[in-house]
Nanobody, 123 residues
C-alpha cells in the first residue's frame, strides 16, 4: 500500500525559509508525479507545485513562483518543497500527493495523499 508522509512544517517568521519533505513508501516512486497542495483555514485546498515522475517539468502557483522550489530524490523516495521568503499568507496545512507520470494542477487527479504538515508564518 502506497503511503505518503510529510514532515518539516513549523512556526517561522515572515522572510524565513522552511523545507518540507514527503517520503513515499510501498510503491515505485520513480513512476509517480508528485504535487504539493495547501489548505488555509476556511479556504479550499489549492495547488502549490508539481513535478513530473522524471523531475523534468515543474510547475508552480503564481503565488509561490520564484520563492518555492519542488525537487525530488528518487534514491530516497522523497519529494521536497523548499520555501523561501515566507509570508503570513503562506500559512496553511501542506499536503503532498502522488499520481502516475505527469504532474497536475488539480487535486482530484491525484491518487494518494499524505496527512499534511502545518506551516505557520508570523508577521
Amino acid at each position: 500500500q502506497v503511503q505518503l508522509v510529510e514532515s518539516g512544517g513549523g512556526l517561522v517568521q515572515a522572510g524565513d525559509s522552511l523545507r518540507l519533505s514527503c517520503r513515499v513508501s510501498g510503491g515505485t516512486f520513480s513512476l509517480y508525479a508528485m504535487g504539493w497542495f495547501r489548505q488555509a483555514p476556511g479556504k479550499n485546498r489549492e495547488f502549490v507545485a508539481t513535478a513530473d515522475y522524471n523531475g523534468g517539468t515543474a510547475r508552480y502557483a503564481d503565488s509561490v513562483k520564484g520563492r518555492f522550489t519542488i525537487s525530488r530524490d528518487n534514491a530516497e523516495n522523497t519529494v521536497y518543497l523548499q520555501m523561501n521568503s515566507l509570508k503570513p499568507e503562506d500559512t496553511a496545512v501542506y499536503y503532498c500527493a502522488s499520481r502516475i507520470h505527469s504532474g497536475s494542477l488539480y487535486d482530484n487527479e491525484y491518487d494518494r495523499w499524505g496527512q499534511g504538515t502545518q506551516v505557520t508564518v508570523s508577521s
